[in-house]
Nanobody, 127 residues
């Protein structure tokens, strides 16, 4: 059974930083595509960042709204993916979800590509 458990959310002032973590179990993490999505109140879930790879290639993508501020990374030894969020803005306030697919995916920003989802962690950025 695949489990994704997010942590690291919280309340931060605008301009501050947070690092989210997603610990994965029950899948072959080294070949899994891992991503982050978010959903603000009253809005649809949207893509934030993702990374997919095989032994031969890798691909990383970011939403335009977070490019240059957020960084996705992964530690295969710990089966964990991270989202470093810097220069946070009030509009970054949302529930952040970790997502995983068991292999390479072609379209990082499409939520339907991901088979597994975490329960989410709240990020609140005050102005």
């Amino acid at each position: 059974q695949v489990q994704l458990v997010e942590s690291g959310g919280g309340l931060v002032q605008a301009g501050g930083s947070l690092r989210l973590s997603c610990s994965a179990s029950g899948l072959t993490f080294s070949s899994a595509a891992m991503g982050w999505f978010r959903q603000a109140p009253g809005k649809e879930r949207e893509f934030v960042a993702a990374r997919t790879w095989t032994w031969a290639a890798s691909n990383t993508g970011y939403a335009d709204s977070v490019k240059g501020r957020f960084t996705i990374s992964r530690d295969n030894g710990k089966n964990t993916v991270y989202l470093q969020m810097n220069s946070l803005k009030p509009e970054d306030t949302a529930v952040y979800y970790c997502a995983a697919a068991p292999g390479w995916i072609a379209t990082l920003g499409t939520s339907d590509e991901y088979r597994y989802w975490g329960q989410g962690t709240q990020v609140t950025v005050s102005s």
